[in-house]
Structures are given as C-alpha cells and as structure tokens.
C-alpha cells in the first residue's frame, strides 16, 4: 500500500481446535487507525470463477462511498485508483492480496476507483460503504484501461467481465469530481 488513505489491515484471528474468532469491524479500532467512517450499508459477492474482475467501480459525489473490503472466502487480488484531481499519485493504482484465510482487509476511501480480480473459485467478497448506493452517481474506469496499466493476474482473454464493465469509459476521458 503506497496510496496514500489506502490502508491495509490485518484483524489478529484466535483458532483452537473447534476453528477461529475474529473481530471484523470495531469502529474505535479504526478510527484510532484513521478510518472514522460510519458504515452505512454491507455488501457481499459471490463469483463463481477464477479470474473474475469486478470493476474498476466508484460513486461520484454527493454519493461518494469509501469502502472496507475483505474476503470470506477464496482470494482476491484488490486494486484502489486514485482519482483525486491534483494528488501526487492521481492515476496511479496499488494493489493488495485478500484472502479469507489471512483476514486481510483494505480501506479504499471516497475519491478512488475500486476493483478486484478472483484467484480462486467461488470467492466471496463483503464490503462496508459509508454511503448509499446511488445509481445517478454509480460510475467506472474500464479494468484494462492502457494508461492505467494495472498488473492484473489474469490475461484479457481469460478474463471474465460483466457487460457493463466491459464498456466503461478510459482514465484518458475521465474528468475527476473529486479534489485532494
């Protein structure tokens, strides 16, 4: 994580023999960590394939959503795009690795284009975002955006895209709503 609002975090998991416990989410946890978001809705995806790729998705304002995203099950490879207008990392991307085993989760605040790629069968995705969605402000980037050039782990013919993703517009016709 090099982005800077993006934050990767790792919840401590407590196993004995009969399985584990994991606190999620604790609101004064991460705000102490710089997330004081009130979550106002949960999410959560099921994509049956490898190689899926949902994204690269955002909510223009006055409906910007940050979002906290981590893997139920499977693994993921999570991609965050800054489109804050005048950031010194504005078009760039980072990425991280999500698994439901690691626990792992990332905070993508508003102002950031947000997707993930499958690495495994039948993963599960939950999400919290601190706004409803909106769908006049639903809005996207298409994934294999050249000047983007994101490291995705899955060639484009092996890719498995909705429509509606397939068709999102480039980064190079992008007028951002969001500043620094």
């Given at each position: 994580m090099v982005l800077e609002g993006v934050k990767l975090f790792r919840p401590k998991k407590f196993a004995d023999a009969r399985g584990f416990?994991?606190?999620?989410?604790?609101?004064?946890?991460y705000a102490e960590a710089g997330v004081a978001c009130v979550f106002v809705q949960?999410?959560?995806?099921?994509s049956r394939k490898a190689g899926t790729i949902r994204g690269l998705h955002f909510q223009r304002p006055?409906?910007?959503?940050?979002?906290?995203?981590?893997?139920?099950?499977?693994?993921?490879?999570?991609?965050?795009v800054d489109l804050r207008s005048g950031s010194p990392s504005y078009g760039r991307w980072c990425s991280a690795t999500l698994t439901g085993d690691g626990g792992e989760q990332i905070f993508v605040?508003?102002?950031?284009?947000?997707?993930?790629?499958?690495?495994?069968?039948?993963?599960?995705?939950?999400?919290?975002v601190d706004c409803f969605y909106s769908p006049s402000c639903d809005a996207g980037l298409r994934w294999d955006d050249p000047d983007l050039a994101i490291a995705w782990p899955v060639l484009p013919v092996d890719a498995a895209?909705?429509?509606?993703?397939?068709?999102?517009?480039?980064?190079?016709?992008?007028?951002?709503?969001?500043?620094?």
């Open positions: 416990f994991c606190e999620t989410f604790n609101a004064q946890t949960d999410n959560q995806s099921l006055p409906a910007a959503q940050a979002k906290l995203v981590r893997v139920v099950r499977g693994a993921i490879f999570d991609v965050a605040p508003s102002g950031f284009a947000h997707g993930f790629c499958t690495l495994e069968q039948d993963t599960e995705v939950a999400y919290k895209i909705s429509d509606k993703d397939a068709v999102l517009p480039f980064f190079k016709n992008f007028v951002s709503p969001y500043g620094t």
